[in-house]
């Protein structure tokens, strides 16, 4: 349930992306707010240090609060991109390997593998949970939790997706090892080896290993920085190939962190209706916006059940944790079974810290302090490589998640560049492992969750080097 000075401080923060309070403009005063919006001043504080602490305020003594200028790079975005217009198989994901492998060396700067640093998640909360459970479920998380999955778990989420404006039923959700085994079991469900999928482009390379794995064909459809993927180029390609499943990140979604506005989702859920194809909808990156309303899904509008709902908890509360659930619809049977066969089951232990969290509000807690945290790392980042790196580099500016996608000058080469960094002890994501045909040559991904030190600084800055030597 969302509280009095919560809802407050969306108006509020409404109010300033509307430009009705402009950067460096003082905010009516906690007797006014009161008084307009029928609060007690206590309400009315508490929303205003919400934004403060959240990065959208400053307090300045004895004159209010005034709008904080977010800092904005001075970067151009890159343009939409123009992938190869027919399927193939998918190959060249090499590379990825390398990539994980070195996420988990102390010695790497890490700015390759999409993962948050230990201090933008709740690690002491999360650790108090799993020993709660521990104790009092001492014989149950010894024993499998075959699928579905635990009872608890299921009914947390789905009360937490209704509330979010999309109403599911705790018997329509699968939990799964993270949302890149719902990515897998959806896919499973609705396709066979030589069918076609459409995906954005660029796209998460996790994704195309999966489509590598089925012997699946993808087509990449042209996605842009800010829209998201191209609906008159997806019903083209509808239109010219027997295409089983469309896949999409529609919120926040790596590595273009766009969020697709909600008259582009209906049409999206439109589009798929209309061409009575499944719409595979990762939604990993959903809770992790910077603003105080959570968007919506593309399962909100799913009036004819073909969107196979997929997310995690890995980003938002801890990827160890290995958490993740699917929404299949008419597919629920056939998913479960798929598990099964594919791994018996989640980790029960696992399931019920999850569970605990968002039962005790832990959870909604942390998403608090997180959004905040994440905005100040993607902004640092930003200001870092619009000061650092060289000119016609460009780079998105996304309004959640924590990766940002950037473009080099043509001359340089993402994947020479990749193992060079790597050498010297960076880790960066090539852009070539993002697309089915290997395209974005000078593009790369970088993680922003990371522990700015110097550590981070230098490494930024001997990549400068490396990208002016090619």
């Not at 001075?74 to 198989?89: K, M, Q």
């Not at 083209?236 to 089983?244: G, N, R, T, V």
């Not at 791994?343 to 810290?353: D, E, K, M, S």
Request: hydrophobic share 40%; glycine share 6%; with cysteine.
């Amino acid at each position: 349930m969302t509280l009095r000075y919560e809802n407050l401080a969306e108006h509020l923060l409404k109010a300033i992306t509307q430009n009705l309070y402009r950067p460096g403009e003082r905010l009516p005063s906690v007797r006014q707010l009161s008084h307009q919006h029928q609060v007690s001043t206590a309400t009315a504080v508490s929303a205003l240090r919400l934004l403060e602490d959240q990065g959208h305020l400053e307090a300045r003594q004895r004159s209010g609060y005034y709008v904080r200028p977010r800092p904005r790079c001075s970067l151009p975005e890159p343009a939409i991109s123009t992938p190869p217009r027919e399927p193939t198989l998918v190959t060249g994901q090499e590379l990825v390997l390398r990539l994980i492998k070195a996420a988990n060396n102390p010695k790497i700067v890490q700015l390759g593998a999409a993962v948050p640093a230990p201090s933008f998640l709740p690690t002491q909360r999360l650790a108090q949970m799993s020993a709660s459970v521990a104790r009092l479920y001492r014989q149950r998380i010894s024993n499998y939790e075959f699928p579905p999955g635990t009872p608890e778990l299921r009914r947390q989420i789905a009360r937490r997706m209704s509330e979010q404006g999309c109403p599911v039923d705790p018997s329509d959700i699968l939990i799964t090892n993270g949302c890149q085994e719902a990515m897998s079991l959806a896919l499973r469900a609705v396709t066979g080896p030589g069918d076609i999928v459409a995906v954005e482009s660029p796209t998460f390379y996790g994704l195309l290993q999966i489509i590598e794995s089925l012997s699946l064909r993808a087509i990449e459809i042209p996605t842009h920085p800010r829209d998201g993927i191209a609906l008159d180029a997806l019903q083209l390609a509808c239109e010219q190939w027997p295409i089983k499943a469309c896949i999409v990140v529609p919120n926040y979604s790596n590595p273009l962190g766009y969020c697709m506005s909600d008259a582009r989702k209906r049409a999206l859920m439109e589009l798929v209706n209309r061409n009575r194809i499944a719409l595979i909808e990762d939604d990993v990156y959903g809770d992790l916006g910077f603003g105080m309303q959570r968007p919506s899904t593309v399962k909100s509008w799913d009036s004819e059940r073909r969107v196979l709902y997929c997310s995690s908890f890995s980003k938002s509360l801890s990827p160890g944790l290995r958490v993740g659930w699917l929404v299949a619809g008419p597919h629920v049977e056939q998913t479960e079974y798929l598990k099964y066969v594919s791994n018996l089951a989640t980790p029960t232990h696992a399931q019920l810290t999850a569970a605990e969290m968002l039962a005790k509000g832990g959870y909604e807690r942390h998403l608090r302090q997180a959004r905040n945290q994440y905005r100040q790392a993607v902004d640092r980042m930003t200001a870092a490589i619009d000061a650092y790196f060289p000119s016609g580099t460009r780079v998105t500016q996304p309004e959640g998640g924590f990766v940002i996608w950037v473009e080099l000058p043509e001359s340089v080469d993402a994947t020479a560049l990749s193992r060079l960094a790597l050498a010297q002890g960076i880790s960066i994501a090539p852009g070539p492992i993002f697309s089915a045909t290997q395209k974005y040559r000078n593009f790369i991904r970088l993680n922003c969750a990371v522990d700015w030190d110097e550590r981070v600084n230098q490494a930024l800055v001997r990549l400068r080097q490396m990208v002016g030597k090619q």
